[in-house]
């Protein structure tokens, strides 16, 4: 089994900034890659990036030019920068870590950490 903690969430105006951290552990090998998912209040949860094994990193239109995906292999942890940060940003943003077709391809999913953005 894996865990997922996220944290770094909270309150910030429009045009701010929060650094959210996701901490992995358990049982943790052959990971595909992992991602940062959000899911705003009526609204279905929503893929904001996500970053390969390799490195390779993926963005949402809507985040593009203002967040950054990263990950610490050595640590088990992920990052995302939220810069310029709008009301539209204001979610539940959960931390998902996916494990290779070798391993099952299984997806493991964070408690979430709630980022709200006032205008």
């Known amino acids: 089994q894996v865990q997922l903690v996220e944290s770094g969430g909270g309150l910030v105006q429009t045009g701010g900034s929060l650094r959210l951290s996701c901490a992995a552990s358990g049982n943790i090998f052959s990971i595909d890659s992992m991602a940062w998912y959000r899911q705003a209040p009526g609204k279905q949860r929503e893929l904001v990036a996500r970053?390969?094994?390799?490195?390779?990193?993926y963005y949402a239109d809507f985040v593009k030019g203002r967040f950054t995906i990263s990950r610490n292999n050595a640590e088990n942890t992920l990052s995302l920068q939220m810069n310029s940060l709008k009301p539209e940003d204001t979610a539940v943003y959960y931390c998902?870590?996916?494990?290779?077709?070798?391993?099952?391809?299984?997806?493991?999913w964070g408690k979430g950490t709630l980022v709200t953005v006032s205008s």
């Open positions: 998902n870590l996916r494990t290779s077709i070798i391993m099952g391809a299984q997806a493991y």
């Open positions: 970053i390969t094994g390799s490195g390779n990193t």
